[in-house]
């Protein structure tokens, strides 16, 4: 091993700033069903997208007076960036994009290019979600809904435009979970099966086309990660599973047509399985027909959501598998995450046991969530108690009725401001961190002599690397962190680096 601190002092390359984002690679699929799918990029790198979801441009259910999104702040992305964090799963709702059939709003999408450029300024893709909880916000129950006993008026949520939801009158009530409600169902079935919506035309086609749209305003972005077809699809039987294989099949080739039609190239394309997925392991998606570039995107709540565990090594696993029957496809988990207070800073609480696995299996992931209001319907409570806590990264007092964001949760901070092999040239065979000792650890396998540098982000300002087959580092700053670049001067190497 080599101490290389003392030669970094006095022949390190600095990046600076005009070493722009805008720079950012080409991101792309390497399928593989025997070792598991990768990312990559451009220079030949394989990839790991870790970051978080942003929710402020996604269109909510108002059931209170405070606003049910926080809005970005121009330092948002520049925060992210000091986080460690390469990528944001930015909602996206179809009620915004699409507020009347067949008519696409172009200054919200241009609200949407905005931030995924001022992220990509800051080196930071975009996944662009096309977000939806229990179908839309028009189907809150009605004014003096009376709901059979054992159930309660439900909330409205995010999602589908009103034109498009199609609930048949049914009542608007739920039992335990907000999938429950009979409206809710006949909505997603109307919607599985193509039933003629406004001028005739099948509400899933209206959806499809609308992806064409959005495609092809970023066709050329290298920016944009990729596209999620639809978050968390309300699949519910058998017949409607089969008929989930049919959408994704349609949605990826009107994905790849609006791409040509907008001159770009084909992007990443997430599709994941069903809401019920997390909480009983409903399966994946039947297999549909595709091309290389899709990856397997379900979420990884398993100790959280249902339960107050450990993390589910069983999910990484079942996820690992079931995406080798999609040709091997790459896995991001799109959510992750759960109540900040598990955050205590340790080793081994959930959080930093959660990220040890991702680590382990070396996939991407998006925590839920950056901000998120007190007005949000995932805080809202049924019996007038004050809104539950917010699962993002910042504290928030929801004591007065307000939206008062306390600061950052600090242990939570600790325990996700990690570090990690962002890129690796080749393939990037391990990446592990100890939380105790603040040391990053790291190896690979590089392919060709023409690959890029490897990247990782330190969490902190000052660094002892040492390595095998290290040569050139340069380094930034990212928030109190610290991005470097090195290139490995023989096909495998290996790091070590901890606090100085």
Not at 56 to 78: C, F, I, K, M, Q
Not at 457 to 477: E, Q
Request: glycine share 14%; aromatic share 10%.
């Amino acid at each position: 091993m080599r101490t290389w601190f003392a030669v970094l002092l006095a022949a390190a390359v600095a990046l600076t700033a005009s070493a722009s984002a805008s720079a950012l690679p080409r991101l792309s699929a390497e399928p593989d069903s025997g070792d598991g799918g990768r990312i990559v990029d451009s220079r030949g790198r394989e990839v790991l997208l870790r970051g978080v979801n942003v929710n402020s441009l996604g269109e909510y259910w108002r059931g209170t007076d405070v606003d049910p999104t926080l809005p970005l702040e121009r330092r948002d992305p520049s925060r992210i960036a000091g986080m460690g964090w390469n990528v944001v799963r930015l909602i996206v709702s179809w009620s915004r994009v699409e507020p009347k059939p067949g008519r696409y709003n172009e200054r919200y999408l241009d609200r949407v290019a905005k931030w995924v450029g001022r992220l990509r300024d800051q080196r930071v893709y975009t996944i662009i979600d096309f977000h939806q909880d229990a179908w839309g916000a028009t189907l809150a129950a009605r004014p003096g809904e009376v709901c059979p006993e054992g159930s309660e008026p439900a909330f409205g949520w995010d999602g589908a435009p009103a034109w498009a939801t199609l609930d048949e009158g049914e009542p608007r009530c739920f039992t335990g979970a907000r999938e429950t409600s009979p409206a809710v169902g006949a909505a997603w079935s109307n919607f599985f099966d193509d039933a003629p919506g406004p001028g005739g035309t099948g509400i899933r086609t209206r959806y499809t086309r609308m992806l064409a749209h959005v495609a092809g305003r970023f066709a050329g972005s290298r920016a944009v990660a990729g596209i999620d077809v639809m978050n968390e699809p309300g699949v519910f039987g058998a017949a409607q599973t089969a008929q989930l294989g049919a959408f994704y099949e349609r949605s990826l080739a009107a994905i790849r047509r609006g791409e040509r039609r907008g001159d770009g190239f084909r992007h990443l394309v997430l599709f994941e399985p069903s809401v019920l997925w997390s909480l009983i392991g409903q399966g994946p998606p039947p297999a549909f027909a595709h091309d290389r570039n899709v990856v397997y995107s379900p979420h990884l709540y398993g100790g959280s959501i249902g339960g107050e565990g450990p993390p589910s090594r069983a999910q990484f696993e079942t996820a690992r598998a079931e995406a080798e029957g999609f040709g091997g496809a790459p896995v991001l988990t799109g959510e992750w995450g759960g109540d900040p207070a598990r955050a205590t800073g340790g080793a081994g609480d959930y959080f930093n046991v959660h990220q040890t696995l991702q680590d382990e299996f070396l996939i991407g992931a998006t925590l839920w969530t950056w901000k998120q209001s007190c007005g949000d319907p995932h805080a809202a409570t049924h019996d007038g108690e004050p809104p539950l806590p917010p699962w993002n990264v910042f504290e928030m007092d929801c004591s007065n009725g307000g939206n008062e964001i306390v600061g950052p949760h600090r242990k939570l901070v600790a325990d996700i401001r990690r570090g990690y092999v962002r890129r690796a040239p080749g393939e990037l065979e391990a990446t592990s961190w100890d939380s105790d000792a603040r040391v990053l650890r790291g190896g690979g396998r590089r392919a060709r002599r023409g690959d890029g540098p490897t990247e990782l982000f330190y969490p902190a300002a000052r660094w002892r690397l040492t390595g095998t087959n290290l040569g050139r580092v340069a380094w930034r700053s990212a928030g109190p962190g610290t991005v470097l670049s090195i290139r490995p001067t023989a096909p495998r190497w290996s790091l070590r680096i901890g606090p100085r």
